[in-house]
């Protein structure tokens, strides 16, 4: 099991990297389509759209995603429209996520999941193409590092649950080791970036060591939501179609929240 899951993240990261350094934003925007209606998909039968009613939900998904990016192409992040977009992501993922986890998914909420799915998945497809790869990737470097050195310090020092009712396997001692690695990651970044490197001086290091935790925080919110939409759902993973690891969301749930909050703030700092 272990050398499948292996092999499975390799060949995404290979593919992945590929679409990202070489194929055009017209390409890949296309690839990152293909993602939105296969997560969009998935979306659906957690939420209980099955059969025609589920393909007419990641059709609409994947269409909005399509109509949005061709009304505002070239996307850019910091073009008015997707700021609008972002900032909504980041009051959803801020705000309305953590009061939805603290409230239960259960009762009327559950009729609010379908809508749902859509500031889970269409803003972040748009920073993805928004975003130039170097930014994209450095993104996606903070929240895979956060991801794993969540992974590394709960295995070592988990002690206290951090929502036992969600995912029991989450702990404060794997936030605490999220946290720092993310820290860590955003100053190397620093060191190691000039597009970073060249706006981070002074009291300039408070702000940008803040964001860095607060995007470190907002991908745990993401990893959470689509834990709690799994649970509600009776199933351990979001599909099948990734060999070792589930279905297209249990791979980008924390990008998920990421990438539109990061977005917005590179697109705030001039970076984007």
Same mark, same amino acid.
């Given at each position: ?60 998904? %994947? ?72 930014? +994209? ?7 895979? %590092? ?42 190397? +970044?620093?060191?190691?970036m000039p597009d970073i490197g060249a706006r981070v001086s002074g009291v300039a290091w408070t702000a940008y060591l803040a964001g860095a935790a607060a995007l470190c925080t907002t991908s745990i919110v993401g990893d959470l939501f689509e834990s709690a939409i799994k649970r509600q759902a009776g ?38």
């Amino acid at each position: 099991m272990l050398a499948i899951r292996v092999l499975t993240a390799a060949a995404l990261l290979a593919a992945f990297l590929a679409a990202v350094l070489y194929l055009g934003q017209g390409a890949f925007a296309v690839a990152v389509g293909a993602i939105v209606a296969l997560g969009a998909r998935e979306w659906a039968r957690l939420t209980g759209l099955a059969g025609w009613a589920g393909f007419s939900y990641a059709a609409g998904c %994947t269409a909005l995603f399509a109509g949005t990016a061709l009304w505002n192409w070239p996307l850019r992040a910091g073009e008015a429209p997707l700021l609008a977009v972002f900032g909504a992501a980041a009051a959803f993922w801020g705000l309305a996520v953590p009061a939805w986890l603290a409230r239960g998914m259960g009762g009327a909420s559950r009729r609010l999941l379908p809508p749902a799915g859509l500031a889970v998945l269409l803003p972040a497809a748009l920073a993805m193409v928004a975003l130039p790869p170097r930014l +994209l990737l450095a993104l996606l470097g903070l929240v895979w %590092t956060a991801d794993t050195a969540a992974y590394v310090a709960g295995r070592a020092f988990g002690r206290h649950r951090l929502a036992p009712a969600i995912s029991p396997g989450k702990t404060w001692e794997g936030v605490a080791g999220a946290v720092l690695g993310s820290l860590a990651y955003a100053i190397i +970044l620093e060191a190691t970036m000039p597009d970073i490197g060249a706006r981070v001086s002074g009291v300039a290091w408070t702000a940008y060591l803040a964001g860095a935790a607060a995007l470190c925080t907002t991908s745990i919110v993401g990893d959470l939501f689509e834990s709690a939409i799994k649970r509600q759902a009776g199933v351990k993973d979001s599909g099948t179609l990734l060999p070792g690891h589930g279905g297209v969301l249990d791979r980008i749930d924390s990008a998920t929240a990421a990438l539109p909050v990061g977005a917005l703030l590179l697109a705030w700092a001039g970076a984007a």
